[in-house]
Each structure stands twice: as C-alpha cells, then as structure tokens.
C-alpha cells in the first residue's frame, strides 16, 4: 500500500531563545494530534541572510506552507513577498513584515503593550521617574511598537517623567547589560529602566547591582516562566507584560490554510497582562501543571506508537506466514 504524504509545515524562527523554545514546544506538542503533519523548525539566529536562506530551503524543498517571524522586517520581506507571489503559502507571527504579502498573520498589539507598560511605571511612584528604555532590535516591528506606545504616552504626562536616554538591547542580555552598564555610569538619576524584553530587563538589573543600585525600578516584557516569570518572582526585575506564544493556534491555522478550510487573515491576541511579585508565583504554579499535563500527553503518545509499531510487526510476520 503507498503512504499518504504528509502535510509539511516549515517554522522560520528568527532567533533561538526561551520565548522561541516555549512557541516551539506548543508547535511539536500540536503536532502529535495531527499524524498526517510534519513540522520542520529552523532558527536564523537573528541574521537575515541565514533567514533568507532558510525561507528558500523551505520553498525548494517541497514544503506546502511557512509559518515565519522576520527578523527585520525590510531586509527579510522582499523574499516573503517573492514565495508568496510564486503561490507559496505563509504565516507571518509576532514580527511583522513591512508590506501584506501572506496569508496570514498572528501577533499581538506591541504598540498597546508600550503604552500599558509607561501606564505601569507611572503608577511606580509620585516621584519624578527618569527612564532609561532599552529596545529590541530596531529594525524588528515589535521593538519599533514597544518603544513608540510607550513614547506617546511618556509625552503626554505633563513632564514628571521623562525618557533620560534609550540603546538598543538588541533583544538579548549581552548588549542589554552594556547599555545600561555605561549609560548608568553617567546617569545617576535613573530610577526607571524599560526594557522591551525580560532577557534585557534581567541584563540591565544585573548593571544596576553592578553599580551598587539597589531599588531599581524594572520592566520588562515576554513572561516565559523559567526567565521573565522567575527574575519577578525572585525580585530581579519588578514586572513583566505577558506576550503570548500562540504555538497551537499558528500551527491550526497553517493546516487550515492548506486545507482550503476558512481562516482568519489576521489574529491580534493580547490584551497585555502585567505580572508583579503578587501574582508570579501564582503563574508560575499555573505553568507547572501545564508542563505536568504535557509530560502525561508525551507519555500516552509514546506508548500508542509502541502499540502500532508492534501491531504492525505482528501482521507482518502474520502476512509472512500466510505466504509460506
Ligand atoms: C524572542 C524575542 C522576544 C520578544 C520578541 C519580539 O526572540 O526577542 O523576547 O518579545 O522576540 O519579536
């Protein structure tokens, strides 16, 4: 009898870190219910060409539909654009591309978590706040949205806080804890620091302990448990807004697309969540009984493919004997 071909889905991701490996996880464990898909997930590692090269690979390669998050949105969209035009399928998510040119896309407002967070630090004291903001990388939409949400109302409060200086993070906590470690040298009336993502708010909280701050005010965004969830609970940073992973929905919605099923062309998910100590913990337990379900899920599907491959043994040496 001859195999049906699988459905093949292909994840461009832009970078490899804990976000990316949580959205990553919510894609493979999708995948075990749908025996008729095959995922493949390659990573850029935040460079465009790798990316490029990646996009090209999927579309060469017999795959029916890509599911990517652009790393910079004008370097890598001329090459969704071109795979989109030739009839090729795609998913945009989280980051988002600098013209429409695929079928869908998933992501969050990262502009509405810009303004919810300045909201945020405004209610962190009746002080004057001055802020040193870290951004992602500046040529990712969601580092332009965080920073110009958070600008427009930083503009509008009538002058009791006030952006002191802004660096790019560039997303990771190497450049994070650099930044903040010389601008805080010069600095000494900071008392905010926004950072547009949990790695670069831990960076910075590791800089201002350096330089011997001790009540730093620390925002950051993403609220993975093990990195952004954590550093609140354990008071590294002060808070974080939740930007969700959405793993399963991209994953229903690239089968859909290639099923020929109705879709939704554009999925907004947030609301921004904030997270401060009173409730990180309680997350936090919330995460582990997920992970527990996941672990009993992974279990019961070993054991059903330990049932078929030896069923399937067993008619073997059935039709064997039948043929002697
Ligand atoms: C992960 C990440 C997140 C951030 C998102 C923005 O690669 O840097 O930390 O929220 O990308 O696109």
Known sequence: CTEEKKVRIG???????????????????????HPEVEVEIRSADDN???????????????????????NEAKAVTPKIKALHDSGM??????????????????????????????????LLSDEELNILEITG????TPAMKRGSGFDEVMTENGGR??????????????????????????HQEINVIYAHNDRMAIGASDAAKKHGIKDM????????????????????????????????????????????????????????????????????????????ETRKVKTLKGQVDEYWSRHSAQTTVLYSVVAI
């Open 11 to 33: 994840v461009s991701q832009c970078s490899t870190d804990d976000w990316r490996m949580t959205l990553n996880e919510e894609i493979m464990r999708e995948e075990i219910f």
């Open 48 to 70: 465009n060409a790798k990316q490029i090269a990646d996009l090209e690979y999927f579309a060469k390669n017999d795959f029916d539909i890509i599911i990517v998050s652009p």
């Open 89 to 122: 399928p795609i998913v945009v998510f989280d980051r988002e591309a600098s013209e429409k040119c695929y079928s869908a896309f998933v992501g969050a407002d990262n502009h509405d978590i810009g303004v919810k967070a300045a909201q945020y630090a405004l």
């Open 137 to 140: 990388l500046p040529g990712s």
């Open 161 to 186: 806080a006030r952006i002191v200086a802004k660096a790019a993070g560039n997303w990771n906590y190497e450049d994070a804890f650099a930044v903040a470690d010389s601008i805080l040298a010069v």
């Open 217 to 292: 005010k620390i925002i950051g965004v993403d609220g993975v448990p093990s990195t952004g969830l954590k550093a609140v609970a354990d008071g590294v940073i002060t808070a974080t807004f939740l930007y969700p992973t959405e793993g399963s929905l991209l994953f229903r919605k690239a089968l859909a697309i290639v099923n020929g099923s109705p879709f939704e062309e554009e999925t907004i998910i947030t609301t921004p969540t904030v997270v401060t100590k009173d409730n990180a913990e309680l997350m936090l337990m919330l995460d582990q009984e997920i992970q527990n």
